[in-house]
């Protein structure tokens, strides 16, 4: 079992920047791949941003491109997701996730793929 939790989460001002970041226990997370959500109010969860288990390989919802940077430290068994220009349409409560690779390989934008959340982490951005 992985155990998550994010951190970093905050109420900033539009243009600011955070960096979220997501802590694991249990085990070592340099096995999984690894991915970021996020929750707006009233609507569905969506993918935002995901890592391959070594940090080689990154993916993003094109509309965070360029302002979203996702990276892992396997050594510290955390994952990081550095936030620039924020928007007032970033707020919501983003999760962690890592997915359990099987057979049919890493599943990067399925949300139903991945085995393991954390609780999430509120970001609020003011306009």
């Known amino acids: 079992q992985v155990q998550l939790v994010e951190s970093g989460g905050g109420l900033v001002q539009a243009g600011g920047s955070l960096r979220l970041s997501c802590a694991a226990s249990?085990?070592?997370?340099?096995?999984?791949?690894m991915g970021w959500f996020r929750q707006a109010p009233g609507k569905e969860r969506e993918f935002v941003a995901a890592?391959?288990?070594?940090?080689?390989?990154?993916y993003y919802l094109d509309s965070v491109k360029g302002r979203f940077t996702i990276s892992r430290d396997n050594a510290k068994n955390t994952m990081y997701l550095h936030i620039d220009s924020l928007k007032p349409e970033d707020t919501a409560v983003y999760y962690c996730?890592?997915?359990?690779?099987?057979?049919?390989?890493?599943?990067?934008?399925?949300?139903?793929?991945?085995?393991?959340w954390g609780q999430g982490t509120q970001v609020t951005v003011s306009s």
């Open positions: 996730a890592a997915q359990r690779v099987r057979g049919s390989g890493w599943h990067v934008h399925a949300i139903n793929e991945y085995d393991y």
């Open positions: 890592i391959s288990s070594s940090g080689s390989s990154t």
């Open positions: 249990g085990r070592t997370l340099s096995s999984y791949p």
